[in-house]
C-alpha cells in the first residue's frame, strides 16, 4: 500500500518540479502577448486591399500567359504555309504614351490630373513566316490599364518620401485603376461557387434538385441539373429540349448495365434502391437499353445551333458531342473516355436520392463555403481573352487580305500588319472599365455596373468601397435567405457593414485579414493526392502524361460499391472526383502537415465532409480566407518569442506561414477546426487559435469606438454614416483636382482610438473633430436628435470646412482648322472691365486665390462660330469668335483655389479651375457621432450662454490659438455640443456613453484612449483615478441658478457631416407640382 | 437661524450623490416672514473677499451676492468687454499650404496687446481712421539657409522663417499712433504663435486691419480665455471617521482638503483649503462613509476665476466688467425714469443703448 503511494507521490513532485527553463508542468501557461501584432504584419506584407492587388498580380503575371497560350496561333486561309505564333507576352510598366516625350515615366496622379489612362503597354513576342524563314519580334499590341500598388504599378515599394516625389499618399490603399482621369474600382462580386454540387428542395412542389454550373478557362458556361419529377430521376440541361431520364443520361455516358448504375447511384443503400427504381425502369420502358440507344434518344432532342452549314450528322454524334464537350464541361473527357463523367452524374444523383430521403441533405446555398468572389482579375481575365480573340479575328483577316493578292511588291511581313491593327485591346479595356459595361457575346457575359467610380468623399468612403462585395442575383426580390447574417460570415465578412433598405445584406464588405484565393494549379495537388494512398478512380482529370502517375491506377475502374462502401471516403479536387481513401483522418492530416511545411501552396484548402464521405481538396481562386494561429498540444505555435522577433522587425508574416505557424483556413476547412476565441478557452481538442478577435469586423466597423456595447443596428448605421464623415482624405488631397472634395480645416485624431483606426491610418488622415459634450437637454431646440452648437467654437474654427469644386472646359482644335481661343476681359465704352471679369488676368483665366462671386467669369473662352462647318477653308485667325465663357453659378462666393492648363492625350488643352468655399456650421447642418446617433445643428448659442462647469468649462470652451502652446493637456479645447439626452434609451449605444467616458477620462489624464471591440480601455480602469470627476454639476449660464441636474460634460467626437448639406441660397418650391399646371 | 459648521444652513446648497438640493436663495425680503433680507451694503462689506493673482489669471471671492449678479459678471467678462483684433485682412500674397481665408481666421485669432481704451469702437461703414483701426503688416518669406548642416531633418537646420509666427507682425503706425502708442506698442500678446509652417519659395504679404469690439461679436474680441465662478464647497463631518479609514477618507477628497492629525489619526476639514475640493462626491460612493459626512456648497460665495487672454492685466477685467454694468443700469434707469415721468398719452418708447 505504501509503495504506490510513494510512486504517486513521485509523479506528483515530478509534475510540480521546475525542469525546463525554471517552468514546470503544472505552471500556466505564459501567454502570447500582443499576438494582435500579427495584423500589422499581415497588413504590411498584404495592405489593406490585398484582394484587389493579388488578383491583378495574378492576372498580368500568370492567367494572361496562360490565355496567350491557349490562343497562341494566327494561320490564314489563303496561304497555308503561313503562321504566327506567340510565344510570350509581357506587360510592362506604365509609361506615358506620347511619341514626342523624352522622360516616358508617368505618374498615377499626373494621369488623374490631365484626364489620361494609367496603363501599360502589352508586349508579345511572336514567331511568323517570312518567305522562307522564320522571324521571332516584340510587339506591342495595346495598353493595358493597369491597378495602383500592384506589381506594375510605379508606386509599388516606394518610400514615403519617394511617393511624396510623386505626389501620392502613402495612405492610400491601391487596388483601382485611373482611367480617363477617374478613378475607377471593380467591386468584388459574389458568386456560387461554379463545378460544385449544389443540393436544393422546393418544398412547395415537392422537387429535389441537384445542379452544378461548369465554368471551365475561358469562362464558358453551363448549369445542369439533376431533378426529381413525379418521384422519377431526370437530367436536365439547357442544350437539351426535354429532360432526359438519368439511367438514359448515365446509359449514354458509356455505363450500361442496370446493375452498374444502381451500384454507381444507391449503392447498396436499401432505401435510396427503391428510390431509384422507378427511375431505372423508365429507361426500360422507353425502349433504352444499349449506349447507342441512349446516346440516339438523347441526340434527337439535343438543340442544334450550328453556323457552318456542313453535312448533317446523325443523333448519335449530336448527343456524343453535347455530352462531351457542352454538359458538365468541366468535368475532362479524353478521347472520349467518359467514365469520369459518368460517375460525376451518378454522384449527382446520389445526391438527389440521399436528400430525398432525409431532407437535411440539402446544401445551404448561402453559406459562405460554396460562394466565390470574383476580382478585378478574373474580370480583366475575361475581357482580354475576348478581346485578344477579335484581335486575331481581325489580324487574320488582315493577313488574309494582303496574302489574297496576288503579286506584291515585296515581301509580305506580318509585322507591319500588325502595327496597322489599331488599339482594338487598349479601347477594349478603356471602355470597359470606363463604363462598367462587361458585354463578351464570345462568352455569352453581359453585365453592367462592374465598374464604380472611386468614392473620395473621405478616406474611409474610399477604403470602405475597396472592401465592397456585390451580389450578384436577386437584388429585387424580398428573399431573407441570401440577406441574413450566415455564421459562417464570422472573421471573413464583417457583420455590420452593410447599407440599409434595398441591398441590405446582399452588399457585404470584407472583415479585416479576409484574403481571397487566387488559382492553384490542381495538378500537383492530384498527385500528391495519390502520393499520399489516395487510389484513383479515374485519370480523366490528368493532363500529365500516362506513365507519372500510372503506378497509383491500379484500380482506377473503381465500381458503386467500393466507392459508397461504409469505410470508404470520396477524395474531390475542385468538385471532381480523383480518388478514395480508406483513412480520411490520416490523409488529411499528413496533407495539411506537407502544406504547413509549404510544399504547396498556403491557400490549398482540405476538409473532410463526413455526411458525404467525401474529403475535399480545393484550390480555386475567389475562396475567402483567414489566418489563424495553429494550436498542437494545447499550446499556441505562436509564443511570445516569437511575437519578440516581430517587434523587433526581423520576422514578417510570411515567415510564420513558412514556418507553420499560422495557416490559412476557408470557410470548409474552418468546419474541421475547433479554433479558441482567446488563448485561455484552449482545451485539447482545439487545433487553432484566433490571431485577435476584432478582425472578425471590417475595416469601416473597427472604426468604432466600443462597438461591442452597442446595440447591433446601431453599429450598421455607422458604417453608413462613417464613410459620410468630413475630413482629411488623402496626404495628396490639396494637389488634387477631383469634382467634389468636402475638407476639414482642423481635423483631429479621435481620443478614443481603435487598433483598426491606427492600423489603416485614420489617425494620421482624420475626419472629424473632438468635441466636449454636454449631455443635457437646453433651450428645447434640441428635440428629435437636433443639437446645439456654441457659437465662441465655431467662431475659433470648429466644424470649418472647405468645399472644392472642380471646373473643366477644353480649349479645342476643330477639325476645319479653327480653334478655340482664350481672351482678355473686354473693356466697356468708358474703358472699365465690368464687373463679372475683374478676376480674369490677361492669359483670359482667374488670378489664383482671386474671390468669385455669383456671376463671375472665371474662364473667359471664345469659339469660333463656324466650328461645325466643315466646307470652311478660310485663314483660321480671320474667323468671328462668340463668346463661350465659363461663369460662377453658385449662390455663394468661392475663390479660386487652383488653375491647371495642361494636354490631354488627344492633344486638346485641357484647363481645371478648383473653386474653394469655405464654410462654418450653420442651423441644418448635420453632426453626427460614432454610434449612428446622427442630428442636425437646432440652434447656435453664444459661449455665455452656455453652461459651465467648476473650472468654467462649457460645453464651448476656452482657448485661442494662444492657448495651444501655452496650456497642458488639460486644456479643453473649445468645441462642443450639447446633445439631448433622449437619444440614449431608445437607442442602447451603451458605446457611446463610455466613449464619453473613456473620453474624459483621457482628457483629464492627458492620454489617448483605446476603443477597441471586445477590448479597449476598461470603465473602472479609465475612470477610477479621476473619480467622480466624470460627472460635472453644470451652472446655467443664462439663468443664475446651478442646474439640478447632474450631468456628463465629456468629451466625445463628433464627426462633421455636410455631406447633405444644401448649399445656402435660394428656395426651391416644393409644392409647385401641386399648383394647377394650367 | 440654523448654522451648519459656522455656515446659515440657508446659505448652503446640499450635494448628494444622485442629486442637488435647496438650489434657489431664499434670502430676498419677503420670504421669511419677519426677517428683512434687503440689500446690506455694510453686510457685503463685511465679509472678507481674498485675492490671488499670477501674470494671466486672477482668483477673488465674491461673497454675499446673489447668483444673479455674479453671473453677470461671467456674462459681460466673455461676451461684452471689448479688445482689439484683426478683423481685415489684405492679401497681396500667400504661397503657403494654408488658404487665404483660413490663414486670416488664425491670424485673428491672435490676442493683441492694444489698450481698447485708446482707441473708438468702428461702425460698419466708417472710413478707417489712426482713431479706429491699427494696421499690422506681414512680410515673410522662407528661404533655404545658405550653409544648411547636411542630412539634418530639422527644419531649424534647414531653412529661415519656417514657421510663420505671430512675432511677424509688425505694426505700422498711422497718424498720431505713434505718438499714443509710444510706450507700449501694439503686438500680440504672446510671439511665439505658429499661424503656418513655410518652406523654402512660399512667401506671406498681408496687410493687417485690427479694429476694437466685444465678444458676443466674435469669440476672438473676448478678453478672457475663461472667466467663471464656483462655489465654496463646504464638508461637514456629521461622524468621527475611524482612525483605520482617515487615510482612505482623505483619499476621496483633493490633496489638502482633509487634514489627519499624525497622532490620534482624527479627520478635520482644512478651513482654508476646502475650497480646493471638486466636490467629486467620491466619498459618497464608499458605504463606510455613508451618513458620516455631508457635502454641500455655499450659494452665495463666489470663487471667481479669471484668465485674461488680451491687453487687459488679469485685476483690471472686473472693474472693466462693474464700469460697464453701471453703464448698463444708468440707461436702464434713464428709461425707467422716462417711463414715471412720460404722460400717459406720450409714446413710452425710450430708446435703449445697443444691448
Known sequence: MAIPMEEDQNEWDQINARNWKGIGLTDPIKSVEDKWLLLPAFLKVKGLVKQHIDSFNYFVEQDIKNIVKANNKVTSDVDPRFWLKYTDINVGFPDRNEMSSIDKKVTPNECRLRDITYAAPIMVTIQYTRGRSIVQRNVNIGRLPIMLRSSKCVLTGRSEAELARMIECPLDPGGYFVVKGTEKVILVQEQLSKNRIIVETDTVKGIVQASCTSSTHGGLKSKTYVATKKGKIYLRHNCVHEDIPIAIALKALGIQSDKEILLLTAGNTEAYKSAFSASLEEAAKLGVFTRHQALEYIGSRVKINRRVMGPRRPAWEEALEALATIVLAHVPVNALDFRSKAIFVATMTRRVLMAMEDEKMVDDRDYVGNKRLELAGQLLALLFEDLFKTYNTNLKSAIDKVLKKPSRTSEFDAFNTMQFQGDHLTSGFVRAISTGNWSLKRFKMERAGVTHVLSRLSFISALGMMTRISSQFEKTRKVSGPRALQPSQWGVLCPSDTPEGEACGLVKNLALMTHITTDVDEEPIIRLAFMLGVEGTSIGNLTTPKRLIAPFLDISLATGTEIYGPHTFVVNVNGTIIGLTRYPTRFVAQFRKLRRARRMSEFVSIYINNHHHAVHIASDGGRICRPTIIVEDGRPKVTSEHIALLKKGTVTFDDFLRRGLVEYLDVNEENDTYIALYESDIVPATTHLEIEPFTLLGAVAGLIPYPHHNQSPRNTYQCAMGKQAIGAIAYNQLNRIDTLLYLLVYPQQPMVKTKTIELIGYDRLPAGQNATVAVMSFSGYDIEDALILNKASLDRGYGRCQVLRKNVTLIRKYPNGTFDRLADAPLDENGQVAKKYDIIQMDGLAGVGERVDPGDIYINKQSPTNATDNTFTGQAASVPYKNTPMTYKSPVAGNIDKVMISDTENDQTLIKVLIRQTRRPELGDKFSSRHGQKGVCGLIVNQEDMPFNDRGINPGGCFRICTIKTRSADVESGTDTIMNPHGFPSRMTVGKMIELLAGKAGVLSGNLQYGTAFGGSKVGGTSAPIGRRLTDVLGRGHESDIDRERLQLCRQRYVDEWYHRRASGGLRLFWADLLPSE | ?355
Open chain 2, 1 to 355: 437661524m440654523t448654522t451648519r459648521n459656522g455656515i446659515d444652513a440657508r446659505r448652503l446648497v446640499g450635494v448628494h450623490a444622485e442629486r442637488i438640493t435647496d438650489v434657489s436663495s431664499t434670502d430676498y425680503p419677503g420670504h421669511y416672514p419677519g426677517e428683512d433680507h434687503s440689500w446690506d451694503l455694510q453686510k457685503f462689506q463685511k465679509v472678507r473677499r481674498e485675492e490671488r493673482l499670477s501674470q494671466r489669471s486672477i482668483e477673488f471671492d465674491l461673497v454675499g451676492v446673489d447668483a444673479s449678479i455674479a453671473n453677470a459678471f461671467r456674462r459681460i467678462l466673455i461676451a461684452e468687454v471689448p479688445t482689439m483684433a484683426i478683423e481685415h485682412v489684405y492679401v497681396w500674397n500667400n504661397t503657403t499650404v494654408i488658404q487665404d481665408e483660413v490663414l486670416a481666421h488664425r491670424i485673428g485669432l491672435v490676442p493683441l496687446n492694444i489698450d481698447p481704451a485708446l482707441l473708438e469702437m468702428r461702425a460698419p461703414n466708417e472710413t478707417p481712421t489712426d482713431r479706429n483701426t491699427v494696421v499690422f503688416r506681414l512680410n515673410v518669406e522662407c528661404t533655404q539657409k545658405p550653409n544648411a548642416i547636411k542630412g539634418s531633418k530639422n527644419p531649424d537646420d534647414l531653412y529661415i522663417n519656417h514657421e510663420l509666427l505671430s512675432s511677424h507682425l509688425e505694426w505700422e503706425p498711422a497718424g498720431e499712433q505713434a505718438e499714443v502708442f509710444r510706450t507700449c506698442p501694439p503686438a500680440p500678446t504672446n510671439p511665439n504663435i505658429v499661424l503656418a509652417k513655410l518652406r523654402p519659395g512660399q512667401a506671406v504679404e498681408m496687410e493687417l486691419h485690427a479694429i476694437k469690439s466685444v465678444g458676443r461679436d466674435h469669440a476672438k474680441f473676448s478678453p478672457v480665455a475663461t472667466a467663471s465662478y464656483r462655489l465654496l464647497p463646504h464638508i461637514i463631518i456629521k461622524q468621527p471617521i475611524p482612525p483605520h479609514l482617515a487615510e482612505k477618507f482623505q483619499k476621496c477628497f483633493a490633496p489638502g482638503v482633509i487634514n489627519i492629525d499624525p497622532r490620534t489619526k482624527a479627520v478635520s476639514v482644512d478651513k482654508y483649503n476646502v475650497r480646493k475640493d471638486t466636490v467629486s462626491r467620491e466619498v459618497l460612493r464608499h458605504p463606510e462613509f455613508v451618513d458620516k459626512v455631508e457635502l454641500s456648497r455655499v450659494r452665495d460665495h463666489f470663487l471667481f476665476n479669471i484668465e485674461s487672454e488680451s491687453a487687459y492685466a488679469p485685476e483690471r477685467l472686473l472693474p472693466e466688467a462693474i464700469q460697464i454694468m453701471r453703464e448698463k443700469i444708468a440707461i436702464l434707469r434713464k428709461a425707467a425714469e422716462a417711463l414715471l415721468n412720460a404722460d400717459g398719452a406720450a409714446d413710452g418708447d425710450v430708446q435703449m443703448a445697443d444691448a
